[in-house]
């Protein structure tokens, strides 16, 4: 299954609303992960099963979808969000990231 | 607390092999399914493998199926992946990850990550 992300990188300002999007070349029903990643850093968990926000993640942070077309929104930017994020779809094995967003600072 | 740490890792001529393992805590293990993740410098992340939390299912990627073997001592709370005919292409970050569930599910853990070099 691949994922396809858009756009591949996004530069925005403290405070704004952003949104990106994953789309799976088939149906993943909600077996959908968002994973923020810092450089030089592991990759940390957000959200899973497409909506659930991990423990611990700020509620800025959300995501929707199921089937083949998911989005993460970052509603308020703050300065720790600049970072690159991926989906991951978890619906079948061979598990497959898509090829990451990364967010900086306009 | 969840620790994982990666060992294993360093410098490999291609053709050669290497054996990753990550030593976990905090939880119990063998409740637990566990994934190798790769990532190339400046690249994206690429899930290599995984494996139930019983160890009697295992998952490859494409690019490793055949020359990479996942598994895991749960009396040693340890996971392990043998990695042989070893190419350039194979050269990353090599994260160990805890999923959420026993059998599949979302990464909520990661290692530090340890770096393989398949270089002459």
């Known amino acids: 299954i691949q994922l396809t992300q858009s756009p591949s990188s996004l530069s925005a300002s403290v405070g704004d609303r952003v949104t990106i999007t994953c789309r799976a070349s088939q149906g993943i029903n909600s077996y959908l992960s968002w994973y923020q990643q810092k450089p030089g850093k592991a990759p940390k968990l957000l959200i899973y099963?497409?909506?659930t926000l991990q423990s611990g993640v700020p509620s800025r942070f959300s995501g929707s979808g199921s089937g083949t077309d998911f989005t993460l929104t970052i509603s308020s930017l703050q300065p720790e969000d600049f970072a690159t994020y991926y989906c991951q779809q978890v619906n079948s094995y061979p598990y497959t990231f898509g090829q990451g967003t990364k967010l900086e600072i306009k | 607390e969840v620790q994982l740490l990666e060992s294993g890792g360093g410098l490999v001529q291609p053709g050669g092999s290497l054996r990753l393992s990550c030593a976990a805590s905090?939880?119990?293990?063998?409740?637990?399914?566990m994934s190798w993740v790769r990532q190339a410098s400046g690249k994206g992340l690429e899930w290599v493998s995984g494996i139930s939390g019983g160890g009697g299912n295992t998952y490859y990627a494409d690019s490793v199926k055949g020359r990479f073997t996942i598994s895991r001592d749960n009396s040693k709370n340890t996971l392990f992946l043998q990695m042989n005919s070893l190419r350039a292409e194979d050269t990353a970050v090599y994260y160990c990850?805890?999923?959420?569930?026993?059998?599949?599910?979302?990464?909520?853990?990661w290692g530090q990550g340890i770096l393989v070099t398949v270089s002459s």
């Open positions: 905090g939880f119990t293990f063998s409740n637990y399914a």
């Open positions: 990850a805890k999923s959420r569930g026993a059998v599949t599910g979302s990464t909520d853990s």
């Open positions: 099963a497409a909506s």
